[in-house]
């Protein structure tokens, strides 16, 4: 408020910048649980083109693996013998490839 005993409108909450929204922990968490689901349902029309790119795993094997990235990598990396690095990189490049289509 001025001297006048009238708000200074320059400082009035309609111009202070706020802060983006923040998610809280069940919020985040929700939204993690949707996303899990979401995979799981999208990966049953993956496991012939995971297939195709690692011949060695058993389509037992990657329907076992239900999307998850992590499984994934570490099962490419101990069936095609490559590094971890290596597989994660594959992994990411085969989802990134193939996340239109999911």
Do not use: N, Y
Request: hydrophobic share 40%.
């Amino acid at each position: 408020m001025d001297k006048h005993g009238k708000q200074d409108h320059a400082a009035s909450p309609a111009t202070i910048a706020r802060p983006e929204q923040v998610r809280t922990r069940k919020q985040a968490a929700a939204s993690l649980l949707a996303e899990g689901i979401a995979t799981k349902a999208r990966w049953k029309a993956l496991v012939a083109p995971a297939r195709t790119a690692w011949p060695k795993l058993s389509v037992e094997e990657l329907k076992t693996v239900h999307g998850d990235v992590h499984r994934l990598a570490g099962l490419v990396q101990l069936r095609c013998q490559l590094s971890r690095e290596e597989s994660d990189r594959q992994v990411k490049a085969f989802f990134a490839q193939h996340a239109a289509t999911a």
